[in-house]
């Protein structure tokens, strides 16, 4: 159970500190660009990792690819894309806590088209998260003439990125338990690259890699190995020995470790509004998957 614990933390900080790592090459090359290269790299790397482990079942060619073709768009190439895209424009700590959104939303979504029970106490806390949402958007633009101002336009593509997340965490029950999670998972994974490959290509994308220094290449290389491979399996790991709802809970620190990285190494203000604003997020997302944790996976 320790080592599941580990393997859960693990992924935790990696994830946490994946929107740092996008801050630092979104800085030097396009969006889509760091989308297709991490997407590529990730998918070769989780692939290479199955068949060395012996977990590789086997490419997908029945009608589930289908499924997986649609997760792909959803939950790797627009989802990344407007993270990424949102990343030029705001903070990778707001965008920490805009994604800790995504467990409100699912739960949201779960009532909406899977008929699930969306009671008082989630209302309470979809209520008291968007509050805190709009706290930390206050926070990043310095007071309330927000409108006008491009961290905004940020904040609200990085809010999105936890709809597209929720979305398509949603749409992946559908698909849940009919293959092994790291086989579906690299699958989704290189159909997303494979959706943004066309514009990839269009903008000459492949210039890219020449414009990145030593810590882009290091960042884009931890996007790829670590946040879109490794901390997939460190997840995987953790669930099958541990409940969803003990695994669950290391949700809560992601966007803290988000937020001392980036104070870290990117030098961003910690502010008190956004700290309260952060802290209302994760008492209404508490609130709103207390009854029960069904943790997503991540990209």
């Known amino acids: 159970m320790r ?9 935790i900080t990696i994830w946490g500190a994946s929107f740092v790592a996008t801050k630092v090459v979104v800085a030097q090359i396009d969006p889509l660009a760091l989308v297709t290269l991490r997407t590529f790299g990730g998918a070769v790397v989780l ?21 997986l073709a649609v997760l792909g768009l959803v939950g790797i190439a627009l989802h990344l894309a407007i993270q990424a895209v949102g990343l030029t424009l705001t903070s990778a700590t707001t965008t920490g806590w805009m994604v800790a959104l995504s467990p409100v939303f699912i739960a949201l979504l779960s009532w909406r088209f899977l008929g699930e029970r969306f009671g008082a106490h989630k209302v309470a806390g979809f209520a008291l998260a968007m509050g805190g949402a709009l706290l930390i958007v206050v926070a990043q633009a310095g007071g309330l003439d927000v409108l006008a101002l491009p961290s905004t336009v940020g904040d609200v593509l990085v809010f999105s990125s936890a709809i597209t997340w929720a979305v398509y965490s949603v749409l992946s029950k559908r698909v849940a338990g009919r293959r092994r999670p790291g086989v ?33 290449w290091l960042a884009l290389g931890f996007l790829a190995v670590f946040v879109s491979a490794l901390a997939q399996l460190f997840w995987y790991d953790a669930l099958a020995e541990l ?27 910690v502010r008190p509004l956004t700290l309260a604003g952060g802290g209302a997020i994760l008492a209404g997302v508490w609130l709103v998957t207390r009854a029960a944790r069904r943790p997503a996976r991540r990209a």
């Open 3 to 11: 080592a599941a614990s580990l393997k859960a933390l693990a992924a």
């Open 47 to 67: 692939y290479a990792l199955m068949r060395v482990r012996g977990r590789w079942d086997g490419w997908i060619r029945d009608r589930l690819l289908l499924d």
């Open 184 to 216: 579906l998972m690299t699958h989704v994974m290189a159909l997303g690259c494979l959706w943004t490959l066309p514009a990839f290509v269009a903008r000459e994308g492949w210039q890219a890699p020449g414009r990145l220094d030593a810590t882009g």
């Open 243 to 269: 409940d969803a709802s003990q695994v669950g809970v290391f949700l809560y620190i992601e966007p803290l470790v988000t937020l001392a990285l980036a104070a870290l190494l990117l030098g961003e203000p």
